[in-house]
Every structure is written in structure tokens, then in C-alpha cells.
């Protein structure tokens, strides 16, 4: 397992992957659509954010998107986990959890000390998370008509 920070050619490589998989990653949410992807990710990397990838053997088995940003309710700068994906094939691998270490170091290095992430109800990497020590602090709520 090798994690590494992504090269901007393999960033937009991801934000495009990103796409193809936000109706699984949203519980179904919301569809696949890489146009959506690069609205919201591209200015994400070209402010300071940035993916770690996991490549195994020059395949790649999963990514995350890392950004910091003021938290307007607490008045500092936060981490935040924006895209976090491991292919089927190597879910229960630990490529999640090792990824999510990664990311945290990369975090406590900058000297940030609170990281969020925003996990989509039914979505069951919600137990690694709170395994990592995360805890809910919001619910999101919406009314469609």
C-alpha cells in the first residue's frame, strides 16, 4: 500500500472518477454527474485542497479529498474530508482506514486540530469513522415539495 499526495493531472483524473460515483457514495442522493464534480471540486484543489491516493501495484484502489477552511460557528480553521472512495474490490482491506490516517497526519502536521466530514445516512463508512474517533455533531434535514 502507497499513499501519496495525487499530481494535479491525477487530481483532474479524480474529480472525474468523483462523478461517476456520487450516486453510490450519497446513498443515492444524488446521481453520477462529472460536470457537478468539477463545479465543486476544482475550485476545492485550486484553493489549497488536494487528494491522497492509494496505489497499489499502479493500480488505484481509493482517494480522499483534503481542504482546510474557517468554520464560521467556531471561528477557526478545520480540516475537511470532501471525497472519500475505495473501490468495491478493496473495501475491508483497510485501504479506507489507512487513508483516513493519512489524512488526519496530514492535518495534526498543519496543526489543525478538528477535522470534519460530511457521511451520507445508511452509508457504512460511517463505522470507520466513528471507530477513528469522529462524532455526529449535526443532522442535515430537508423538505422537497
Not at 6 to 24: C, M, P, R, W, Y
Not at 39 to 55: C, E, H, T
Not at 87 to 112: H, M
Not at 118 to 134: A, D, K, T
Amino acid at each position: 500500500m502507497a499513499i501519496r499526495r495525487a499530481t494535479q493531472e491525477e487530481a483532474n483524473h479524480l474529480i472525474q472518477l468523483s462523478g461517476k460515483v456520487t450516486k453510490e457514495s450519497s446513498m443515492g442522493y444524488a446521481e453520477n454527474n462529472v460536470q457537478n464534480a468539477y463545479n465543486l471540486f476544482m475550485p476545492v484543489i485550486q484553493n489549497g485542497g488536494y487528494f491522497l491516493i492509494d496505489i497499489e501495484q499502479r493500480r488505484l484502489r481509493g482517494w480522499i479529498l483534503l481542504v482546510t477552511d474557517l468554520n464560521p460557528v467556531k471561528g477557526q480553521v478545520m480540516g475537511n474530508l470532501l471525497s472519500v472512495y475505495v473501490y468495491p474490490k478493496y473495501r475491508k482491506s483497510g485501504v479506507a482506514r489507512e487513508l483516513a490516517i493519512a489524512a488526519i497526519n496530514e492535518f495534526k502536521a498543519l496543526g489543525i486540530r478538528t477535522i470534519q466530514l460530511n457521511v451520507f445516512n445508511g452509508n457504512p463508512s460511517r463505522i470507520l469513522c466513528e471507530n477513528l474517533g469522529f462524532k455526529p455533531i449535526s443532522t442535515i434535514m430537508e423538505l422537497n415539495f
